[in-house]
């Protein structure tokens, strides 16, 4: 197993929207992530990805660009930018910048010259194609409800948009528009960013000739149509050959669709694209039968085949990321765990049975003080377009009541994640001294960074712990991982081996008491972590709700 420092890293996401506002105008910006950099150093984390903050009309919250090389206004200026780069580095801290190259905002000086006509020198920058028996050239859906193709007059044709109609589908076919894409990632590498997170980069190459799709999980064909297109790898070897190389990045794409055979080519060990994927699988478990709109319970055996098929499967061949959160996602704790009696105690559970994983670590804005999902009251409440979207075509369609959709959305909508940090008891959480862009979710009184900083044992000093831990025990990162008890319902229990090093993790999944009979090599024992200050090593153990221990074997 080749060592690498991005392999022994923790990367802790920052979604600026939401997370700290210095000028009072209710959105997060860029002077306030840097007046937090102290926050973060003492959390322990040494990455920051910084969600997109660059020039965008926010019809997706800055993952529709329309200048890849200035700054937001509402976040600031690019000096605003150097600084908090600067401060991060003093720290140790290290940045990445959100990579969103699949399409760009329908704002983008390229889009509007590309629509101008047949012959403008930027039409191919973009997907074009003439309409089909009066309608759209072929049957894909948009991720953001409604097809994926939008008709342009000026030259009676359609483009298309996997997303929002305002994120037009770069053409990546077309050598001009990699160049520009190269030449833009070269610029932020020389202004001293360490890396990127690419989004979704497993849909960048189309099949040429766009074949209708079987309707997916949005009830469109769409984004698994077109997953690890056939040209992705050669693509992003380019990529590599031209950017990556040239310093010491870290790499990950968001690659929508992708299974495991394609994730030893996107992170192969020769390390010729990234340097590893979010896979979203387990993000799938508790989907609906045909899209995530749902409030279904994951069955934890689905989780661990999972969870455990990506541990063995990217052995010694590839890398996993390791995440329950992120901006696309509820929160954790309130989707896996318990959001109410055994809040702190689950949410500790959930990091103690994933970051003891192979893999690195990404932690969610919040997830380390266990914010949970938000009482919306009514669609008025909710800003993401997905989950708008969603709400007027599912209901439109009769496919839910009003009410069934809301319940979804409670349970499932990015905006779970969304909401501001909670940074104090103070009004607004501490977030913003004006109205904030989103509402704050209501328990910000009990659930603040502040409260848990005071006290030892907090969700925040536990993320601590761990994140400290992976730094002490080569085991945790390099270590082989080993499923038991997959059958188990309510037991989530692995073990991790290097050499002559061993650990046993074992996770109770429930709020009720579960014995667990310890393999007898760890009889003798000790205790690493647990979220149980009298964690004890015994023969067998009555594990309490939530309870996760990590034994080492001495
Ligand atoms: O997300 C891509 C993606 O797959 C999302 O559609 C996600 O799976 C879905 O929202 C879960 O319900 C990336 C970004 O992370 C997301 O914020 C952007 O909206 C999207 O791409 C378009 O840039
Ligand atoms: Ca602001």
Redesign the pocket.
């Known amino acids: 197993m080749k060592k690498r420092w991005w392999k022994e890293c923790v990367v802790y996401q920052i979604y600026p929207r939401s997370f700290c506002d210095s000028n009072g105008d209710g959105i997060g910006d860029i002077r306030g992530i840097t007046s937090k950099m102290d926050y973060l150093k003492e959390l322990g984390i040494d990455v920051i990805w910084l969600s997109p903050v660059y020039q965008s009309p926010n019809d997706?919250n800055g993952?529709d660009i329309s200048d890849y090389q200035a700054i937001m206004k509402e976040f600031g200026t690019m000096e605003d930018f150097d600084e908090m780069l600067a401060v991060a580095h003093e720290r140790g801290i290290r940045l990445v910048m959100d990579l969103?190259v699949n399409?760009t905002s329908d704002e983008h000086a390229w889009f509007a010259e590309s629509r101008k006509s047949l012959d403008n020198p930027y039409r191919d920058y973009y997907i074009w194609r003439p309409g089909r028996d009066g309608g759209a050239p072929n049957n894909w859906g948009s991720?953001f409800s409604g097809p994926a193709w939008e008709y342009d007059k000026a030259t009676d044709m359609y483009y298309l948009h996997l997303?929002s109609k305002k994120?037009p589908d770069l053409n990546w076919d077309n050598p001009a528009v990699r160049d520009e894409v190269f030449r833009m990632m070269n610029w932020w590498l020389d202004k001293g960013v360490d890396g990127f997170r690419m989004?979704?980069i497993s849909l960048i190459s189309k099949k040429p000739d766009l074949p209708d799709g079987v309707p997916g999980i949005n009830g469109y064909a769409g984004?698994d149509e077109v997953a690890n297109g056939p040209h992705v790898h050669e693509y992003l070897k380019e990529m590599r050959q031209k950017v990556l190389n040239r310093t010491e990045t870290i790499t990950v794409g968001?690659c929508?669709g992708v299974t495991l055979e394609e994730a030893k080519k996107y992170a192969n060990r020769e390390e010729t694209e990234l340097n590893m994927v979010f896979q979203?699988e387990h993000m799938g478990v508790d989907s609906g039968e045909n899209s995530?709109w749902s409030d279904r319970k994951a069955d934890l055996r689905d989780l661990k085949e999972i969870l455990s098929k990506w541990q063995k499967g990217l052995e010694d061949v590839a890398w996993n990321s390791l995440y329950w959160e992120n901006?696309?996602q509820p929160r954790s704790v309130s989707r896996f765990g318990d959001d109410g009696a055994y809040r702190e105690t689950s949410a500790k559970m959930l990091a103690t049975c994933l970051y003891m994983m192979q893999g690195t670590p990404y932690i969610y804005q919040g997830q380390e003080l266990g914010m949970t999902n938000v009482p919306f009251e009514s669609i008025e409440d909710f800003r993401d377009l997905?989950s708008i979207n969603a709400y007027h075509e599912l209901t439109e369609q009769g496919v839910f009541t009003r009410e069934e959709m809301l319940r979804y959305l409670r349970y499932k909508s990015?905006d779970n994640a969304r909401t501001p940090f909670q940074w104090s008891g103070e009004e607004n959480a501490g977030f913003t001294s004006g109205e904030p862009w989103i509402m704050v979710n209501p328990n910000y009184k009990k659930i603040n960074a502040k409260e848990q900083m005071g006290r030892e044992d907090s969700v925040f000093h536990y993320f601590r712990k761990l994140i400290r831990l992976r730094k002490e025990h080569e085991v945790i990162v390099y270590g082989t991982y080993d499923l038991l008890l997959p059958e188990s319902k309510e037991i989530y229990a692995y073990t991790r081996t290097l050499g002559e090093e061993k650990l046993l993790v074992v996770c109770n999944f429930t709020a009720g008491e579960v014995t667990f009979d310890l393999p007898e090599e760890f009889w003798t024992g000790a205790v690493l972590t647990g979220n149980y200050e009298d964690a004890a090593v015994k023969e067998h153990m009555a594990l309490r709700a939530y309870e996760a221990v990590v034994v080492k074997k001495q």
Request: charged share 40%; aromatic share 16%.
């Open positions: 997706d993952y969103v399409h991720c997303f994120q989004d979704v984004a968001e929508a979203f995530k901006h696309d997905e990015r």
